[in-house]
């Protein structure tokens, strides 16, 4: 079965600094991999997805992640942090094999200080 | 943008007693799930819906829940005796046939069970 791991359940960065939100999967078929974003008291919101084609996909909000099969990752990067980036991020996988399901990470709650 | 929407968006019960979330999943998406998030926790899987029909199930959907689609648009989980660890985010969320496609999730409804 798949899985998710999200490093890191808090990381906090100054307002304008790099943000890097890690995430590495568990697949024993090529994954699908997704970021959403969850803003407090609100639902989950799709930041990004990678299906096939280019490892390095765009997302809203100038947030970006890129497939990395040899390291089983796909970790969120934001050039410079914005404070309404605040938030909790989920990376999931979904196979096309067994459960089509998300598979979700434990979250990463981004804090960002001004 | 078409929107998945999830009523009520709080809902307090008393233990042992039954409740009705409801969703209306975008038209023309083909799968429905829910999920659950429990107060700092990750998000979890519970069922999946297609073709009128259960496709799949955690082991966290044993014989309190049920969920159907009564009439075409609306989509319904049912908790029939709620107990203390049942209190949780419930989200909705659908989808299109594509596998990959990416989920739509509702905002969620706050089940608190006292």
């Known amino acids: 079965a798949q899985s998710v791991t999200q490093l890191g359940s808090h990381v906090s960065v100054s307002e304008g600094a790099l943000v890097l939100l890690r995430c590495n999967y568990s697949s024993s078929v090529p994954p699908y991999l997704f970021w959403y974003v969850q803003y407090p008291n609100q639902g989950l919101q799709l930041l990004l997805k990678?299906?096939?084609?280019?490892?390095l996909v765009k997302g809203i909000n100038g947030f970006e992640a890129e497939f990395k099969k040899s390291e089983t990752s796909f970790h969120l990067t934001k050039p410079s942090a914005h404070m309404s980036d605040a938030a909790e991020y989920f990376c999931a996988v979904e196979v096309d094999t067994g459960r089509r399901a998300l598979t979700f990470g434990s979250g990463t709650r981004l804090q960002v200080q001004p | 943008e078409p929107e998945v929407t999830q009523t009520p968006s709080h809902q307090v019960t008393q233990m042992g007693q039954e409740v009705i979330l409801r969703c209306v999943p975008i038209?023309?998406?083909?799968?429905f799930y829910w999920y659950r998030q429990i107060l700092g926790q990750k998000v979890e899987f519970l069922v999946s819906?297609?073709?009128?029909?259960?496709?799949?199930k955690s082991e966290i959907f044993d014989d309190q829940f049920s969920v159907e689609r009564p009439d075409g648009s609306n989509f319904t989980l049912k908790i029939r005796s709620t107990k203390l660890e049942d209190s949780a985010m419930y989200f909705c969320a659908s989808r299109t046939g594509t596998i990959g496609g990416g989920y739509t999730f509702g905002s969620g409804t706050r089940l608190t069970v006292v």
């Open positions: 990678y299906t096939t084609g280019a490892t």
């Open positions: 819906f297609y073709n009128n029909e259960i496709s799949e």
């Open positions: 038209s023309n998406h083909l799968y």
